[in-house]
């Protein structure tokens, strides 16, 4: 049975910084991509950043291209979402997700998702 388990949401002040943890188990695919989602209340899930096990190549969306960044622990199976220079519009639950590609989970067929971790940027 696969299990993503977030954590590391919260409040923070904008320009602040958080780091949130997927850690999984479970997983049999031998190369799969590993990303992280969000959605704020009213809108749409939408992907943020996506890491693949091929390479370690990663993806992000144009939003927060240079503020965030993701990345994994092979060993702790876990994958990160450090993310800087927060502002009010990063608002919103966070998802951690996988399918077996990343072109795949760009385009949300993903096939297991986490329960979701909450940020909330506010002064």
């Known amino acids: 049975q696969v299990q993503l388990v977030e954590s590391g949401g919260g409040s923070v002040q904008p320009g602040g910084s958080l780091r949130l943890s997927c850690a999984f188990s479970g997983i049999t695919y031998t190369n799969y991509c590993m990303g992280w989602f969000r959605q704020a209340p009213g809108k749409e899930r939408g992907g943020v950043a996506a890491?693949?096990?091929?390479?370690?190549?990663?993806h992000y969306d144009g939003s927060v291209k240079g503020r965030f960044t993701i990345s994994r622990d092979s060993a702790k199976n876990t994958v990160y979402l450090q993310m800087s220079s927060l502002r009010p519009e990063d608002t919103a639950m966070y998802y951690c997700?996988?399918?077996?590609?990343?072109?795949?989970?760009?385009?949300?067929?993903?096939?297991?998702w986490g329960q979701g971790t909450q940020v909330t940027v506010s002064s």
């Open positions: 997700a996988v399918a077996r590609l990343c072109t795949d989970l760009l385009h949300r067929k993903v096939d297991y």
């Open positions: 890491i693949s096990t091929i390479g370690g190549a990663t």
